[in-house]
Antibody
Framework: QVQLVQSGAEVKKPGASVKVSCKAS????????MHWVRQAPGQGLEWMGW????????NFAQKFQGRVTMTWDTSISTAYMELSRLRSDDTAVYYCARGGTGYYWLDIDYWGQGTLVTVSS | QSVLTQPPSASGTPGQRVTISCSGSRSNIGNNYVYWYQQLPGTAPKLLIY???QRPSGVPGRFSGSKSGTSPSLAISGLRSEDEADYYCAAWDDSLSRWVFGGGTKLTVL
């Protein structure tokens, strides 16, 4: 069965960076896009970007361009999301979510359990 | 301010049928598939409906999706207490080149 297991909670100071990992299992990692979505406390879902582990392509929401890096290691089926220059309003639960494949590349189906990132001085 | 518009709350009694609406534009819902996610308290979102009206395996038939123009909706029939959750609609937006979500609808089972 498809599983996405994320790294544990983080506490960071303003201006620092955070790197969240997402280990995939139960499917061919390079066959599907991987998305990152965040959710601030009590708020809705906000899409950050996607990676295509097969082609190497990435696409980030304009809001995060210049601050977010998305990488992956196909040898261990793991995706990473690094957010730099953290601010207090970056405090949120960060999710990885499996994207689609082929014609249905826009699907988003399975989600990781989420990683709480708290930014506080 | 979310790109897709949902009512902030909805409610119903056990056994009732409830509908949750979502509103967008041609660049998102008009041109692309709609997806619905259920988020139980303290958990990750779960895919409920994909490509407008398709149900993943394991999702009960009580949940159904439909779309007319740029106004999709999620219907839940035979409401149960375990359906109490937040529900989000989502779609790709061609103009913004990003995924957009509704603000979420909190469903209360009275």
């Amino acid at each position: 069965q498809v599983q996405l297991v994320q790294s544990g909670a983080e506490v960071k100071k303003p201006g620092a960076s955070v790197k969240v990992s997402c280990k995939a299992s139960g499917y061919t990692f390079t066959g599907y896009y991987m998305h990152w979505v965040r959710q601030a406390p009590g708020q809705g879902l906000e899409w950050m970007g996607w990676i295509n582990p097969n082609s190497g392509g990435t696409n980030f929401a304009q809001k995060f361009q210049g601050r977010v890096t998305m990488t992956w290691d196909t040898s261990i089926s793991t995706a990473y999301m690094e957010l730099s220059r953290l601010r207090s309003d970056d405090t949120a639960v960060y999710y990885c979510a499996r994207g689609g494949t082929g014609y249905y590349w826009l699907d988003i189906d399975y989600w990781g359990q989420g990683t709480l990132v708290t930014v506080s001085s | 301010q979310s790109v897709l518009t949902q009512p902030p709350s909805a409610s119903g009694t056990p056994g009732q049928r409830v509908t949750i609406s979502c509103s967008g534009s041609r660049s998102n819902i008009g041109n692309n598939y709609v997806y619905w996610y259920q988020q139980l308290p303290g958990t990750a979102p779960k895919l409920l409906i994909y490509r407008d009206n398709q149900r993943p395996s394991g999702v009960p038939g009580r949940f159904s999706g439909s779309k007319s123009g740029t106004s999709p909706s999620l219907a839940i029939s035979g409401l149960r207490s375990e359906d109490e959750a937040d529900y989000y609609c989502a779609a790709w937006d061609d103009s913004l080149s990003r995924w957009v979500f509704g603000g979420g609808t909190k469903l209360t089972v009275l």
